[in-house]
């Protein structure tokens, strides 16, 4: 069941001879609870697609569709909500807020939704996370690796239909790594989400069901893993 499409996607910076095609005329669609790694060199215009994906971006021209809608038909609000409810976003510098606590970290983005927390929901995903007895935690009384599973449990809170991660594992040693794609694939696996990663690294590449190469926003590859 296809969950997302991309249609002829250009994105365009500059004018006249500053213009910069990041994107150009990129389209694809993905399965429901597929696990694709998009690779590519710097400045390839990777980040890009993927913040376009995220409703973060809007693109030049093109269309993006999410379970059959049109994402940058809606209206400010609309795309507001959709990036809240249907997409998780995972950067590389984790973005945490410093003064809050992983608890409050991890629930932020549902009480902003103005939402009411799932108890249990929280206490599941902080033992997935294996932060037990850490919730009252500030960010800078975590490790590096710490604090991007606290990145990627914010992401995974809102049981999102789509998760985005821009080069997740960038910043960490290669046991970290892979810590945290067992932890991103057992999302993947167990809630059947739509897992879309941007990397530079070939080994995590190779754990995606689906590959995706992008070169000068074109894409010069697609090809499927396993199924």
Do not use: W
């Amino acid at each position: 069941m296809e969950l997302l499409r991309v249609e002829n996607l250009t994105k365009i910076y500059g004018k006249n001879e500053n213009e910069v095609r990041a994107l150009d005329g990129v389209s694809f669609s993905v399965e429901k609870g597929q696990f694709l790694a998009i690779i590519g060199p710097s400045g390839s215009g990777k980040s890009t697609l993927l913040h376009i994906i995220g409703g973060v971006d809007i693109p030049t021209s093109g269309k993006v569709y999410m379970d059959g809608k049109d994402v940058f038909a809606q209206n400010e609000e609309e795309l507001a909500i959709f990036r809240r409810r249907q997409v998780g976003l995972i950067y590389q510098f984790y973005n945490l807020i410093p003064v809050l606590n992983i608890e409050e970290n991890l629930t932020l983005p549902i009480l902003m939704d103005g939402r009411e927390v799932d108890k249990k929901r929280l206490h599941d995903m902080i033992h997935m996370l294996s932060l037990d007895g850490r919730e009252k935690h500030l960010p800078n009384q975590l490790s590096g690796g710490q604090q991007q599973r606290v990145s990627i449990g914010r992401a995974l809170m809102n049981t999102p239909a789509v998760v985005l991660a821009d080069e997740p594992t960038g910043n960490l040693d290669s046991k970290n790594s892979q810590e945290i794609m067992s932890l991103l694939r057992e999302s993947n696996e167990k809630f059947n989400q739509t897992l879309i990663i941007i990397t530079h690294d070939e080994n995590i590449a190779l754990q995606a069901d689906r590959i995706i190469a992008i070169e000068d926003g074109k894409i010069t590859r697609d090809e499927v893993m396993r199924s």
